[in-house]
């Protein structure tokens, strides 16, 4: 077995979770504000999500090919900018940072949908593709940092219920809100958006790390 294993010794951790109740978890340190600007990014999607099909298919008259074709391309754009150019905005700006400018480029998006010309829904298209990528991972990164690790599980746990149900509310009001308002419903969309922006400035700043000298 030594000569397997070795004979090095190597200090053991022991994580203790605890199970907290939704009010514990509301109460920890920028969690309860971060899981509200989670909820409100999943609600204003969700409107989008339901109301932009039946949209482009009743109001711009668009045929399967070509409302297809624009979610293949609005999903192209997600993935390049979630990867290389993510990649590179990381090295320069902070976490709090890219959640500020992606919300603020994301509710700026929502506004061009408002609108029967092709250029215009593709320019929201790439606006949106921008905001999400910086603004999505950027937050989920925050609030995973939020907790201390033996609480990270729960909290985790927590922001996936509240995504489940804002998916669902989303939905079913997206739904209604587009019978009623017709494309005004990304209208709502852009302003629960700019909300989150304006919310996110409570975001803590992130300490700079003290150097070995």
Same mark, same amino acid.
């Given at each position: 077995?030594?000569?397997?294993?070795?004979?090095?010794?190597?200090?053991?951790?022991?994580?203790? *979770?605890?199970?907290?109740?939704?009010?514990?978890?509301?109460?920890?340190?920028?969690?309860?504000?971060?899981?509200?600007?989670?909820?409100?990014?999943?609600?204003?999607?969700?409107?989008?999500?339901?109301?932009?099909?039946?949209?482009?298919?009743?109001? +711009?008259?668009?045929?399967?090919?070509?409302?297809?074709?624009?979610? $293949?391309?609005?999903?192209?754009?997600?993935?390049?900018?979630?990867?290389?150019?993510?990649?590179?905005? $990381? *090295?320069?700006?902070?976490?709090?940072?890219?959640?500020?400018?992606?919300?603020?480029?994301?509710?700026?998006?929502?506004?061009?949908?408002?609108?029967?010309?092709?250029? $215009?829904?593709?320019?929201?298209?790439?606006?949106?593709?921008?905001?999400?990528?910086?603004?999505?991972?950027?937050?989920?990164?925050?609030?995973?940092? $939020?907790?201390?690790?033996?609480?990270?599980?729960?909290?985790?746990?927590?922001?996936?219920?509240?995504?489940?149900?804002?998916? +669902?509310?989303?939905?079913? +009001?997206?739904?209604?809100?587009?019978?009623?308002?017709?494309?005004?419903?990304?209208? +709502?969309?852009?302003?629960?958006?700019?909300?989150?922006? *304006?919310?996110?400035?409570?975001?803590?700043?992130?300490?700079?790390?003290?150097?070995?000298?």
């Amino acid at each position: 077995m030594h000569k397997i294993l070795g004979q090095d010794q190597k200090q053991c951790f022991e994580l203790r *979770a605890r199970d907290l109740s939704m009010r514990e978890i509301l109460t920890l340190p920028s969690v309860g504000l971060l899981l509200g600007l989670y909820f409100l990014v999943y609600l204003a999607f969700n409107f989008f999500y339901v109301a932009f099909p039946v949209y482009a298919a009743t109001g +711009i008259r668009w045929s399967l090919a070509q409302t297809g074709v624009f979610f $293949s391309v609005l999903a192209f754009l997600m993935a390049l900018v979630q990867g290389p150019v993510l990649a590179r905005v $990381s *090295a320069i700006w902070s976490d709090r940072t890219r959640v500020l400018g992606g919300s603020f480029v994301l509710a700026l998006s929502f506004l061009f949908f408002n609108s029967q010309n092709i250029v $215009s829904i593709y320019v929201g298209a790439a606006l949106l593709a921008l905001g999400n990528g910086l603004m999505w991972p950027s937050l989920l990164a925050v609030l995973a940092k $939020s907790a201390n690790r033996n609480v990270q599980g729960t909290v985790q746990g927590f922001a996936g219920s509240l995504a489940a149900v804002a998916s +669902i509310v989303g939905l079913l +009001i997206g739904g209604l809100l587009y019978s009623a308002l017709g494309a005004r419903v990304f209208v +709502i969309s852009g302003v629960l958006t700019f909300v989150t922006f *304006a919310v996110a400035f409570a975001i803590p700043s992130a300490r700079p790390a003290s150097r070995k000298r």
